[in-house]
């Protein structure tokens, strides 16, 4: 799983918000054992950040998620994607933030039984840069 | 007649032990609820149970799902949650959205409410059984079919001998 990023800034009221583009390659089918067992009938996956801020030690933001059904092509090939929700933080904790980490991680539905929660290895940390961009088409 | 009044109130009472035994080991007030709308479809649908625990040390991440109360109302709502923020102190707030809606949950919560804390927490999902809840959507919305298992159960119960 591969993902790079690309980003820029702006304020909005009070809060900082942060655009993120980026690109997925994934592929959930490996030689030998596909997640889609007999028991699963669909993977959620979702991209989130996650970041430290002066007024949170913790913040996770989802920014873009996908269903996956059993039976649909389990390659994924997404360039250019924008993320799906908006990033806001609680504040203006975004500006300079240098260690805002992205990782993909997905829920695994059942036909019946546990729910599994997975984060998938590797994640990549996007910058946030110092200034704010005050116009910027999007 | 005694000797069958006694049968049956040791069913009852075992059943509740049962009950309340775990709530204790999941740690929360109601460990099976059943998903009542179609906002987490095609992941679950009206009428299917799920299993919840709500341990106090565990984590609220983003991604999971978590059943919770608005404050003021009684039903539960089973949604993800998208976004977290949470202090050293480990006090956090977040933000839930059903995978089918288009929007997040802002709307269903109180008026002025835009975070949800731990205290409205009932549960994460943790397992499920599909259809399996419909038995109570039917029971609630047909009151007389209701009525009438109870009546079948009551006089099975006293009814059957014991050989």
């Known amino acids: 799983l591969r993902k790079n990023v690309e980003d820029f ?39 989130s950040a996650e970041y430290s801020t002066k007024n949170n030690a913790l ?80 | 007649l005694y000797y069958q009044v006694l049968n049956f109130a040791m069913i009852v009472s075992s059943a509740l032990m049962i009950w309340k035994g775990l709530i204790v080991v999941t740690g929360s007030e109601s460990p099976i609820v059943v998903v009542l709308s179609g906002s987490m479809e095609p992941a679950f649908h009206r009428g299917d149970l799920l299993f919840l625990t709500n341990f106090h040390d565990d984590p609220i991440r983003a991604g999971e799902i978590v059943v919770f109360k608005v404050e003021g109302r009684d039903i539960p709502i089973v949604h993800r949650v998208i976004k977290i923020h949470e202090k050293e102190n480990g006090d956090i707030k977040f933000l839930t959205k059903g995978d089918n809606n288009e929007v997040d949950d802002r709307g269903l919560y109180k008026e002025g409410q835009n975070w949800l804390e731990k205290k409205d927490v009932v549960g994460r999902a943790r397992g499920f059984l599909p259809y399996v809840g419909m038995v109570t959507i039917i029971m609630n919305d047909y009151p007389k079919f209701k009525y009438a298992l109870l009546a079948v159960m009551g006089a099975y119960v006293l009814l059957k001998r014991e050989s």
């Open chain 1, 59 to 138: 913040n996770q933001v989802v920014l873009w998620d996908k269903i996956i059904l059993r039976g649909d092509n389990p390659r994924l090939f997404l360039k250019d994607m924008k993320s799906k929700y908006f990033f806001f933080d609680d504040g203006n904790g975004l500006k300079g933030n240098r260690n805002v980490t992205l990782t993909l991680s997905w829920n695994v539905v059942p036909n019946a039984g546990i729910l599994p929660l997975v984060t998938g290895s590797g994640h990549v940390s996007v910058p946030f840069p110092d200034t704010y961009e005050t116009t910027k088409s999007y």
């Open chain 1, 9 to 47: 800034t702006g304020p909005r009221e009070r809060s900082d918000l942060g655009f993120v583009t980026f690109d997925i390659t994934a592929d959930i089918l490996n030689e030998k054992m596909s997640i889609f067992d007999w028991n699963v009938k669909q993977l959620f996956l979702y991209l």
